[in-house]
């Protein structure tokens, strides 16, 4: 079983950048969908991108398109979530998650395996 870590979040003022890694231990960490979810205060937990076994292909939230990137690294059990331009509304503990399945999924429902979660604040 995978089991997730992630890391990399902090304060950031609007505008800027920051990397989330996920690091995944197991040897099947190449037969899960990768998801990135977030939560925010007061708010359910939202779908924000994911990229399918392979890395080829990826499916992205219409609030992150062309500011977030998200990729994986099968070799290394690693998923990173490049965001850029960041904005006070991103503000969320972020989430990785994985999936057992071929397609892109965008439902908590379809997740299994979670991480702890890291909070990304960014500030106006």
């Known amino acids: 079983q995978v089991q997730l870590v992630e890391s990399g979040g902090g304060l950031v003022q609007a505008g800027g950048s920051l990397r989330l890694s996920c690091a995944a231990s197991?040897?099947?960490?190449?037969?899960?969908?990768m998801g990135w979810f977030r939560q925010a205060p007061g708010k359910e937990r939202e779908f924000v991108v994911a990229?399918?076994?392979?890395?080829?292909?990826?499916y992205y939230v219409d609030s992150v398109k062309g500011r977030f990137t998200i990729s994986r690294d099968n070799a290394k059990n690693m998923v990173y979530l490049q965001m850029d331009s960041l904005k006070p509304e991103d503000t969320a503990v972020y989430y990785c998650?994985?999936?057992?399945?071929?397609?892109?999924?965008?439902?908590?429902?379809?997740?299994?395996?979670w991480g702890q979660g890291t909070q990304v604040t960014v500030s106006s």
């Open positions: 998650a994985a999936g057992d399945g071929s397609a892109i999924f965008t439902t908590t429902l379809k997740y299994a395996l």
């Open positions: 990229i399918n076994r392979s890395g080829s292909s990826t």
């Open positions: 197991g040897r099947t960490f190449s037969s899960y969908t």
